[in-house]
């Protein structure tokens, strides 16, 4: 689950971990009051007015403005709430803004010069461990500081059986480049990072800018807080968190139903009981020729309603041109799955694309009888092979 940047930043100050002050603002005169209110507390008399959507480069899309006055504050605010904000990160459709961030002014002029680096927090599943993935190069891409400066990027290790070990902060402030007040303030702030990212079940921290201000402290002027949605359970008050307008509308509508559905870029729907078999399906279908335009899980109790819903659900994109149903009848009876299937076809009233389905299991030959004897546009298969190129068949034809 992902969250906005003043969310994070939230979190991230309940656990010690500096930020740059802010207050959100869903209106232009909001955005205004928000301002006055954060120049009292910080003595702040620039302000950022910055989008608050789920995606980065917002800078680019012209979603991150400064201003030098209240006059500003109101004008750019009103320019980027309810603007179609386009980033390298959106797409080409981009997300409709509802809301800003004012946030304090950390490069006010006249100042001594600040130092910018990135920072995340991650879990390297190859090796079973947490990292801090650091650099000195902040503010940029991080994939192209990667392409182009190899060298610049350092990562620590963290062993599940100690956590982050003193030494391992002072040694990501060493290679950073850090002295004096600065080191001392930046292993302070790795250690606070860490901390909050193992509290939380979090799945990601990215900081990008981590600042060195004028005066040596160390604060997160950005914060992408990804959650692990296996551990929201223990996190009641962070659930609350999540904002369904940055969501697919497709995927918000499959988790009202309990289906576990994820939008991808082919032509073949998939609808299958258990994410290894789902898995297996979509690799199944791109050996065959085919490109799965989705992973849809309908969970162990694929009875008629939610086969229907499943089909409505697949059936909201147009790019899909085939439909390949595939179901082991472990928990659930194939022939009760089968009649749902004729059950949802009749009730949806025009399915327009072809549906293969296979149903192994529990009375498979009983459910692939009621499929053949449907009359209606729906090819049996027995093997998985059999069903992806049946699929790749009837694509061919159309």
């Known amino acids: ?236 008050d962070y659930e609350k968190l999540r904002d369904v307008r940055e969501e697919d509308p497709t995927e918000v509508e499959a988790g009202e139903h309990s289906l576990n559905y994820v939008k991808l870029d082919g032509n073949v729907g998939c609808m299958v009981n258990g994410a290894g078999l789902a898995m297996a399906t979509m690799d199944m279908i791109k050996l065959s020729g085919g490109d799965p335009a989705n992973f849809l899980d309908v969970g162990g109790t694929a009875n008629a309603a939610r086969v229907e819903q499943a089909f409505r659900i697949i059936l909201k994109d147009t790019n899909v041109k085939a439909i390949l149903v595939n179901i082991f009848g472990g928990i659930v009876r194939c022939d009760r799955v089968a009649q749902g299937i004729v059950d949802a076809y009749n009730n949806i009233g025009s399915i327009p694309v072809p549906i293969i389905v296979r149903l192994q299991g529990t009375n498979a030959a009983e459910a692939k009888k009621i499929i053949d004897e449907s009359g209606l546009k729906v090819f049996s298969a027995i093997e998985l092979k059999e069903a992806a190129d049946l699929v790749n068949q009837v694509l061919s034809k159309n």
């Open 1 to 236: 689950m992902n969250i906005h940047e003043y969310q994070g930043k939230e979190i991230l100050k309940t656990f010690g971990v500096g930020i740059q002050e802010g207050i959100v603002a869903d209106t232009a005169d909001a955005a205004v009051a928000a301002a006055k209110k954060l120049s009292e507390q910080t003595g702040t008399q620039w302000w950022v007015v910055k989008a608050q959507i789920h995606a980065g480069g917002r800078g680019k899309g012209g979603g991150v403005k400064l201003a030098k006055s209240l006059d500003e504050v109101k004008e750019k605010a009103g320019q980027i709430i309810g603007m179609n904000l386009v980033t390298p990160q959106t797409g080409a459709q981009g997300k409709k803004v509802h809301q800003v961030l004012i946030a304090q002014d950390v490069y006010y002029p006249g100042a001594s010069p600040t130092k910018e680096f990135y920072m995340s927090v991650l879990l390297d599943r190859s090796k079973g461990r947490n990292i801090i993935m650091y650099s000195t190069e902040g503010g940029m891409d991080i994939e192209e500081v990667a392409a182009t400066k190899p060298e610049k990027i350092f990562k620590e290790e963290v062993d599940p059986k100690t956590g982050l070990l003193p030494f391992q902060a002072r040694k990501v402030a060493f290679n950073l480049g850090l002295s004096g007040e600065a080191f001392k303030q930046m292993t302070k702030f790795v250690t606070a990072l860490y901390k909050a990212y193992d509290a939380i079940d979090a799945s990601l921290f990215e900081i990008n800018p981590v600042l060195k201000t004028s005066d040596d402290k160390i604060i997160a002027v950005d914060a992408k807080v990804n959650f692990d949605e296996n551990g929201l359970f223990r996190h009641p």
